[in-house]
Each structure stands twice: as structure tokens, then as C-alpha cells.
């Protein structure tokens, strides 16, 4: 079965998307180009970072942070698997700061990799889209959304277009001139134009999502960003 490499031309991504939706383009041509994502040449574990998205879930990078230290001190290790989870019991996790219903993901996810259910790495190059999003949404915790940011960053899948994000919803809004966001369906019908470089697309609407909702001449304030 052919594997499918990480990361995609980012040339001939905008080189596409430019020529294929004018709108867009306009947008892409005031904004730059965006560069490879450094992330998609990167070896990851996809269990660890499946266990990371969990414990990340509605919180702040701050506060994420602070509880994935203490429990990476609670296990003695800085990898999370079914083997390392096993040292730390449900009342230590919740002594750490995880929530009861993240430690019921954490177990979840922790049991489907003893079981064999969890693609590797090595796997998922050779499984499309579609079959990695059906592999890991069973999982308690893992929706759509986290398995397509994954997709996107650091598996660097090219054509990923999350139709249910806001920010994306907001970026084709503002393209489009719109006076409410695109319905989810609505959006990816309008996608098609952009395949196969909706990743790209997609990094692009955050961007434009943010230009559009900044604020305007005289109330604006100078707001400083963290990189993620």
C-alpha cells in the first residue's frame, strides 16, 4: 500500500488557490504566503498527542500546562501511554487537576491502545482521511475537530477543510462578504473549489477570521499573541 508523505508544497498550494477562487486570492495576496508547517517533518506518537489534546480540552495553554507537568511528575514520564497511565490511579489524577471526565478519556484511550485499536505513525501513512477520523473519534474525548487539527498539523495532510471551526466559518464569511457564516454543509460545498489544497485554504481563513474581527482604526489596541 503506497504511503502518503507528510507536508505538501506549499508553492503549488498557493499557486492553486489563487488562480481557482479570486476572492480568496485577494485575501492570500494582502496576508503572504504561509510557510510549511515545521510540525509535519516532525516524529510524533500519535497516543501521547491524543492524550495531550484531552487534557488540553477547555482550558488555557497556561493552566493546560501546569497539569500536564504535574502529572508527567506523578508518572515519572514525560510519555503518555497505557503503561505509563497505569502508575497513576483516577484520585492521584484528580489530585493533579484532571477533570472525572478527562480521566475517563484518558482511560479509554489508554485501554484502546492495549487492544491494538490505535493507528501508529507508520499506519496512518498509509490510511486516508476518512480512516484515521474513523479509527480515533470512538475514542472518549477525541472528536472531528481534534483528529482533523492533527490531519493539518502534524500529520500535514493537504486537503483538510474543518467545516464545523468557527474561525474557518468566520474567514469564509468575511470572503464572501456574508452577512451570517456559512452552515457547515454550505461551507464545504464551497470548499470543493479549493481542493486539493483545503488545508492550506484552511490556514488561511483563521488568518483572515482574525483580520476581519480585529479592531478597527481609532479603538484599536495593540494585542499581544502567543504563538501556538
Known amino acids: 500500500m503506497a504511503r502518503r508523505t507528510r ?12 488562480k481557482r477562487d479570486r476572492k480568496l486570492g485577494k485575501w492570500m495576496e494582502k496576508l503572504g504566503p504561509i510557510e510549511a508547517d515545521p510540525r509535519w517533518r516532525k516524529p510524533f506518537d500519535p497516543v501521547d498527542a491524543l492524550a495531550r489534546a484531552i487534557l488540553y480540552q477547555q482550558l488555557s495553554g497556561k493552566a493546560a500546562a501546569t497539569i500536564v507537568g504535574r502529572v508527567e511528575a506523578a508518572i515519572a514520564s514525560d510519555r503518555f501511554h497505557c503503561d505509563t497511565l497505569a502508575r497513576i490511579d483516577d484520585v492521584a489524577l ?3 487537576g484532571v477533570s472525572g471526565n ?8 489508554a485501554l484502546r491502545e492495549e487492544r491494538g485499536e490505535i493507528p501508529t505513525l507508520k499506519q496512518m501513512s498509509t490510511m486516508d482521511e476518512d480512516a484515521i477520523i474513523a479509527a480515533l473519534v470512538p475514542i472518549r474525548g477525541i472528536g472531528r475537530w481534534t483528529v482533523e487539527m492533527m490531519l493539518m498539523f502534524r500529520l500535514g ?3 483538510v477543510l474543518p467545516i ?3 474561525g474557518i466559518r468566520k474567514g469564509a464569511q ?3 462578504k456574508l452577512d451570517e457564516m456559512p452552515a457547515p454543509k454550505v461551507l464545504q460545498a464551497r470548499g470543493e473549489k479549493w481542493g486539493p489544497y483545503r488545508t ?18 481609532k ?3 495593540p494585542v499581544k499573541r502567543s504563538q501556538g
Request: charged share 30%; net charge negative.
Open 7 to 18: 507536508g505538501f508544497d506549499t508553492d503549488a498550494a498557493w499557486s492553486h488557490l489563487t
Open 94 to 96: 484528580r489530585a493533579c
Open 200 to 217: 492550506y485554504a484552511s490556514l488561511y481563513l483563521w488568518r483572515i477570521a482574525d483580520l476581519a474581527n480585529a479592531p478597527k482604526a
Open 157 to 159: 495532510r493537504p486537503d
Open 102 to 109: 478527562k480521566s475517563l478519556a484518558l482511560r479509554d484511550l
Open 174 to 176: 468575511a470572503i464572501d
Open 164 to 166: 464545523d471551526d468557527l
Open 219 to 221: 479603538d484599536a489596541k
